[in-house]
Structures are given as structure tokens and as C-alpha cells.
């Protein structure tokens, strides 16, 4: 009997051990190895995202946008149409404000347009845009939000919670609003990377703490980058479009004039 008991004891005390052992090892070494940093899961980043009313091609763009941010690389995600119900309650300069103070990042999505809002011309008709209608508010909440960045402009702490984002090649002469002049950059899809490390507080080199923009198939957010990719796609055709029909009324104002 006390030798089963001293087995018994003896065995209890080798599992203990092992156990401190395991967890010790795990502490110094495994959440710092790369096998590690696969394992752990980053606390998900809160991102508010504004952007100026311009074309239902646009609205779309920055919904896929958005959605990527959301789905695939796991951000918590506020913007204006999936929040219209506090928008309602609160009233849009209490949400904006709320918002950007609980906010980890601030990405302001630059237009893209050199026309006061309303006045660019029609181009044709695109089917797939016809459930991207420009809310009403999104041109007011844009311009409060400008103004608060612009109130903390003397701040160069402050505003590294701000960045800036073009979608698709940034158009000739085009420039952030001055209070952004001083924050990070991006330009999607060229920068898809860089901008999750920086919304993610990731450094520049280094494993990704975030899914990569075209990881494999097998992912159930795998398709959240093709479709990003072709609403921007889409969303330059737009602007091409536009571009012509622009081109097109210039004779006809020509021949009014010599009228």
C-alpha cells in the first residue's frame, strides 16, 4: 500500500511539474515565436470611416471597402448607412463625435471629384448601382468630421490616429483637405497592405497580425478582396464615363456660343 501510495504521490508531482514547465515555456517562448504570433489573435481595431457624397459608383467603392475592413480583416467597422439608426437618435454631429472618440483609426476616404457635389453630369446608367444611393447625410457628416480633424491640427500626436484613403490611382492635382496634409496615405488596391499595418498598429516589417488581401480560396472572407478590387474597378469606368460625357457637351456649348 505505500508503495502505491508513493507511485501515486511520485506521479502527481511529475504532472505538476510538467505542467509549470509547459506553461512557463508558452510564456517566454511560444507567444513569441513565429508558430505563436499565428496562434494569438489581435484584439480587433475599431475604424470609423467618412467619406464625401459623390456618385452611387463611389458609394459603392466605400461600402466594399468597408466590408473588407469588417470581414476580412476583422475591424470594427462604423460608418453612416450601417449605423442610421443611433445616427437618428443621437443626431449626426453627437454620433460623429462619440465615434471619433472611441475610434482606434480615422480613415477618411477622399473624393475624387473637382465639382461641388451635385454638380457633375450624368453618365450612363450602370444596373448594379442601383441599390447605392448617396444617403443625405454623408456630404454634413463629412464636413464636421473635417472640421475636427482640422481643430487638432497643432497636434501631430492627435492626428496619427487620422490617415487618408484614394480609391484607385489618386487623380492629377489632387490633394487631402490641409488638416490631413500631415497624416499617413494610402492608395488601394497599391497600398492594401501597408494600410492594414497601420490600422492594426502592426510594424512595417515583420509577420501580418491581420489575414493578407488575397490569402486562399478555402477562407470564408475570400471573396471580400475581388470584390473590393472590382467596385474600384468600377468605380474609375464611372469616372471615365463621365469624363466623356463631359467631352461630348463641350462642342454643343461651342456652337451656342458662336450663336
Not at 9 to 33: D, E, I, N, R, T
Not at 195 to 209: E, I, K, T
Not at 218 to 233: D, E, Q
Request: glycine share 8%; proline share 8%.
Amino acid at each position: 500500500m505505500q508503495g502505491t501510495a508513493f507511485v501515486f504521490c511520485l506521479g502527481c508531482v511529475v504532472v505538476m511539474v510538467m505542467s509549470g514547465f509547459g506553461l512557463y515555456w508558452y510564456k517566454s517562448y511560444g507567444a513569441h515565436s513565429p508558430f505563436g504570433k499565428i496562434a494569438q489573435t489581435p484584439p480587433p481595431s475599431s475604424v470609423l470611416v467618412v467619406y464625401p457624397a459623390e456618385n452611387r459608383a463611389f458609394q459603392r467603392a466605400v461600402m466594399a471597402f468597408a466590408e473588407f475592413l469588417q470581414s476580412h480583416w476583422h475591424c470594427q467597422v462604423a460608418i453612416d448607412v450601417w449605423q442610421r439608426g443611433r445616427m437618428s437618435e443621437q443626431g449626426p454631429m453627437r454620433w460623429l463625435t462619440s465615434q471619433m472618440e472611441s475610434a482606434d483609426k480615422v480613415v477618411v476616404v477622399c473624393g475624387r471629384r473637382a465639382e461641388p457635389w451635385g454638380t457633375e453630369p450624368k453618365p450612363p446608367s450602370f444596373p448594379d448601382l442601383r441599390d447605392h444611393a448617396v444617403p443625405a447625410s454623408t456630404e454634413y457628416v463629412f464636413s464636421l468630421a473635417l472640421n475636427m480633424i482640422g481643430g487638432q491640427a497643432h497636434s501631430l500626436s492627435a492626428l496619427r490616429k487620422y490617415c487618408t484613403v484614394h480609391l484607385g490611382e489618386e487623380p492629377p492635382g489632387a490633394c487631402p483637405p490641409v488638416a490631413l496634409a500631415a497624416c499617413e496615405s494610402f492608395t488601394l488596391m497599391r497600398d492594401l497592405e501597408r494600410l492594414g499595418r497601420h490600422l492594426h498598429g502592426a510594424p512595417v516589417q515583420g509577420a501580418c497580425c491581420f489575414p493578407t488581401a488575397w490569402e486562399g480560396s478555402g477562407s470564408l472572407n475570400s471573396s471580400t478582396p475581388t470584390k473590393l478590387g472590382a467596385a474600384i474597378r468600377e468605380l474609375e469606368a464611372w469616372e471615365n464615363s463621365q469624363s466623356d460625357c463631359k467631352g461630348e457637351a463641350d462642342p454643343l456649348m461651342a456652337v451656342t456660343a458662336q450663336l
